[in-house]
C-alpha cells in the first residue's frame, strides 16, 4: 500500500462522507430533524477526525453557538436588515444569534 497520498486520499474520502450526510440531513429536516441532527452531528465528527475544513455552505448550516444543524425556516430565522446589508441568523435551538454583513458588491 502507498503511503504518499494516504492522508489527502483519507481527506477526499471523509469530504464526500461529509458531503452525503448534509445532502441527507438537510432533506430529512423538516420531517425528521433528530434524524437530521445525527447525520449533521457524525459529518460534523469527522470533519474534526481528519481536520477538514467545511465547505461555506455547509458551515452556514451550523450554528455557532450549539452547534448544532441549523435550517432556515425550520430551526433557524434568518432576516435580511438594510444598513450596511446583513443578514442576522437566529438559532431557534439555542437562541445564539450572528449577522453576516453583506458586501454591496463582491470584489472583482
Ligand atoms: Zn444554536
Known sequence: MALRGAKSRLKDLAAERVQILMENALLNAKEKMDLAQRQAAIARRICEKVNLRLPYWLRQHFCRGCKRLIVPGINARVRVSGKPK????????????????????PKA
Do not use: F, Q, S, W
Not at 441568523?89 to 454591496?104: M, P, S, V
Open 86 to 105: 446583513a443578514v442576522r441568523i437566529t438559532c431557534l435551538e439555542c437562541g445564539h444569534t450572528y449577522r453576516k454583513i453583506l458586501a454591496d458588491k
